[in-house]
Each structure stands twice: as C-alpha cells, then as structure tokens.
C-alpha cells in the first residue's frame, strides 16, 4: 500500500511515506527511502507492531530501498530521520490493518 502524495503526513521538518505489507506469514514488511541511524528502524518496528497489533516488533521487517524506487522519506540525517519517518510508519501500519480487516470482513 502506498499513500497518494497529498496525504503525506507533515510531521518532522517535511512530508514523508513508508510501503506497508502484511506476508502470509503474519509479518508485516515495511520499505523505506531512509536508512537505518543507531537503530531507527528498530523504532519503526516498535511503531509499526504497535500499530498494526502484534505482540512482538521482531514480526516487523523494516527495510531500506534504493530511492529510485522508495517512497518519499526526504534527506535521511541526524535526529529528524525518526520524527519525520516515525508518523509515516504509523500512518502506513494503522492504513495496512484497516485495508486488512475490510477485506476479511467485506
């Protein structure tokens, strides 16, 4: 799932996007144009796993794409690559649960 570029959320110090998708394994995978800084992506997992309601963030695979390819994560440094991600992540999982439980309920 991708999110149209007008709903980007505007957190951190600009808008950015994460790909959310449930495996038939029950993991959920998350893909993103920001790389890992002393361990962001274990707080996407946190966030991500929270959101969606798994009892453990090791079921979240968080990884990074080439940016040719990824959504929108603007420049990846310092401390804003969390605050501008986390939202995103957020956003993407709550999205991927919704999107879920209407197709098994409709």
Do not use: H, W
């Amino acid at each position: 799932t991708m999110v149209d570029p007008s709903l980007l959320e505007p957190a951190g110090t600009e808008p950015a996007s994460a790909l959310c998708r449930l495996e038939s394994d029950g993991t959920l995978k998350i893909a993103l144009g920001s790389v890992d800084l002393t361990g962001t992506n274990s707080g996407f997992q946190i966030i991500a796993a929270e959101a969606f309601g798994l009892d453990r963030a090791e079921d979240v695979r968080v990884s990074t794409v080439d940016t040719d390819a990824a959504p929108y994560s603007g420049a990846t440094g310092g401390s804003k690559t969390m605050y501008t991600m986390g939202p995103a992540v957020l956003v993407m999982s709550e999205g991927r649960l919704t999107a879920d439980l209407s197709r098994r309920l409709g």
